[in-house]
Structure formats: C-alpha cells, structure tokens
C-alpha cells in the first residue's frame, strides 16, 4: 500500500476494508453497505462518495444515510447574499439529499443568487426573499447566515420542528452576560441558549446529533481549539500562558462595504485589530477551559491577510512537566487518526492555507520550540468552510441523519 503522508494514514483503509482476491474489496465491520468496486482512488456507495480515507465515524453515521436514501431534506437559507450563505450554496450543490428550497435576503429580496453570484448560475435555485415572506412550513432545516444580533429573535420565531444551524456568534456562548459584555447589547432569546449546543463537530459529535438547534462555531476558534482540546483534556500542556497569532483571509470580515477592507487598505500588508478585545477570544476561553476543567485565559491577536480566504493559527504553549513534543504529536495523532477532516501532518512538515483552500479541511502538525519545555502548534484552515459553511453543513448532516461528509469531499483548489 501506497505510504501515507499524513497521521491520518492510509492503513485506515485495510482497517475497513479487505482485499477479497483480485480488484475487488469488500466491507470488513459495514458489510450493510451497498458497495460498488472502485479501488483506485475511492469506493462509492450507493448516493455517497466516500474518500478511501473515510474514518470509521462517518461511516457508522452513514448508516442512518441509508435508510432514509432517496428522502429529500428541504433546506432553507437565510442571508444567502453574503459569503457564508453563498458558501452554503456552492457546497450543496453535490449534496445528494438536501435541497435549498428557500433563500432569504433583505437587501436583495426578488433577486436570483446568480445575479449576486454569477459562479452560481447554474444551479436550479429559488428567488431570494425577504425573511418576512417566507413560508417556513416548506422547509425542513435552516441555515442561518445573519449577522451577530440579528440572529436570535428569528431562529426563536421559527417553528420548533425545523433543525437549524446558526453561523452567527448569537448562541455560542452559554453565559449570556458574556454575551452582552462582548457583543454589547442583551441576548434576546436566553431560554433558546440554553438549549443550543455548541457545534465544534470532531468534538461534540454525539450532542451535535442529537441537537435541534446547533451554534456553528467561529473560523478563529475553530482553527484554535481542534489542536488544543486533545492536549488540555490529556493534560499533556499547561492552561497559563497560551499565546495564538492568528491570521485569516479578508472574507472573514464579511460582504459588507467597510473602509477597512478596501482594497487600498488590505494590500500589501498585515493588519492586526481586535488586540486583547476580539469577540472570538471568550468563545475560545469557554472551550479551553471546558477541556481543562478550570479557568483558561489567553492571549489572542488576529490580523487580516491581503488574501480572500484561509486562516493560519501559530499556538504558543508550556508542556507539562515530563512531556515532550513526541507525546504531543503521539496524542493528536490518535486523537484524529480516525477523522476524515482534521489531519496531522507528518513530523516537520508545515501546514500552509493554500492546501486547503475551499476545502472542509483542518492541517496541523506541532513543532519543538527553541526554549525548553515549550511547543509551537500550526493549524491552518478555509475560513469560509472549515471555518463557517464547511463545518454548518457537516453538523446538519449528523443532526438529519447523514454521512458528515456529504457535500463536503471537494479536495483543496491549488494552484
């Protein structure tokens, strides 16, 4: 078998599958699988394209896929005018079972998304409308694309028979004076808090299955909290003194008109804001400390890239007494071994966004630091997808039922 390039190896394969003579295989532990011979690079099930990669996970939940094969979920969309819901958009349209059969858009009410999107086009896809008019009981499960404070009131009035999945910040924090302290206003649907759960997928996937509404994770703390929740649960690193640079592509700002994301004022150069203040940094505390069980506070500095999209977070920390940098990589490769997106690179190489550049993906790989007994963690990610659209409909998949990696399995766009 062909050497892997990654942790995540392509050994997997043989644990799942056995060579029954000849070309073909058969299913070692999912022999309930319609199964069809395509070893060369993949082994496509009836309605699914599964990577030879696919971890044991998504092939369990895909079993629930099966029995609803040929069922169409209705999927409505709302704010599909901005880069998130558009991202949305693009990766259903290989979904063999969700169909956008609503989109919402104030601003651009009785438009089509090509007119906004000219790349979508070609897909088959209602007028947008404003969120007044629509007609939630033809719909099955909400993506929802609105900006921070718009968002609670309306998933609130929504019927409560509707899955949804809000890639707003309005339901990430459980605290809601953490809310008001960070987004300053109130949190305007306290009682729905407390029944969201925090969508963080490699994480949380069994509360994420069973979930009604889902509080999609931000791109930050996404590319922040895959790598260090395994080593603070483990208690391999140390909670004080966690410092994170991160940088992310201009699309993480949003579609709206700002002077700060003119052309003229993001090129040719690195702009750090939201130094010790971004929104993101309580939403990352809540989920260090979750993992370590006590109070965790940390230093995080972002900085806009003159680039679309991608995201980059450089991790600073302090090892735990007696542990080293091979037990580090050892716990994150076993961690993750059996995940299909998360992948821990090979001892020295480094992760780099261009790698996973319109991908559901998450590169890392940990690195020995000059001074002793501290650690240097790179994760890179597609802000839009991993970080954002990726990983909402990874979460609705599990929450209906289905294989997580449905409209998912685009590779990286390189060059």
Request: proline share 5%.
């Amino acid at each position: 078998m062909m050497e892997s390039s990654t942790c995540n190896s392509a050994n997997l394969v043989s644990n799942i599958f056995a060579k029954d003579g000849g070309t073909s295989w058969k299913l070692r532990s999912y022999s309930s699988f319609y199964w069809k011979q395509s070893v060369k690079s993949s082994i496509r099930f009836e309605g699914i394209r599964a990577s030879v990669a696919a971890s044991p996970r998504t092939l369990e939940s895909s079993k629930h896929g099966m029995q609803k094969a040929g069922e169409v979920v209705r999927v409505g969309v709302l704010g599909a005018s901005g880069y998130t819901g558009s991202e949305i958009v693009r990766l259903l349209a290989t979904h063999p079972y969700f169909k956008i059969t609503l989109m919402t858009a104030d601003r651009k009410a009785g438009q089509s998304l090509g007119s906004v999107f000219p790349h979508l086009i070609t897909q088959d896809l209602p007028d947008m409308i404003a969120i007044k008019d629509a007609d939630f009981s033809k719909v099955d499960a909400v993506f929802c694309c609105l900006p921070h404070g718009t968002t609670q009131e309306i998933i609130a009035s929504l019927p409560t028979t509707l899955k949804v999945v809000d890639l707003s910040a309005d339901f990430r924090l459980r605290d809601t004076t953490q809310y008001e302290e960070w987004y300053n206003q109130p949190h305007r649907a306290p009682d729905l808090q407390k029944e969201a759960i925090y969508g963080l997928t490699e994480i949380l996937r069994e509360n994420i299955r069973n979930a009604r509404v889902v509080a999609n994770p931000g791109c930050y703390p996404t590319s922040v909290q895959l790598p260090l929740i395994p080593l603070l649960e483990a208690g391999l690193i140390q909670t004080r003194n966690i410092i994170i640079d991160s940088k992310s592509g201009v699309s993480g700002a949003g579609r709206g008109a700002k002077e700060a994301s003119l052309y003229t004022e993001i090129a040719e150069g690195i702009n750090s804001y939201g130094i010790t203040r971004h929104r993101h940094v309580p939403e990352i505390e809540q989920g260090l400390s979750d993992a370590s069980k006590s109070k965790v506070t940390v230093s995080f500095t972002p900085h806009l890239m003159p680039m679309s999209r991608g995201m980059q977070s450089t991790i600073y920390v302090e090892m735990a007494s007696g542990v080293n940098i091979e037990d580090l990589y050892q716990h994150l490769c076993s961690r993750y071994e059996d995940e299909e997106f998360v992948i821990l690179l090979q001892k020295k190489a480094v992760p780099h966004t261009r790698n996973v550049r319109g991908s559901n993906y998450c590169f890392m790989n940990v690195f020995e630091d000059r001074i002793p007994g501290r650690a240097i963690i790179i994760s890179v990610i597609d802000n839009l997808v991993k970080g954002a659209s990726g990983q909402a409909l990874q979460n609705l998949n599990l929450m209906m039922g289905y294989p997580e990696n449905l409209g998912l399995l685009h590779q990286a766009l390189f060059p």
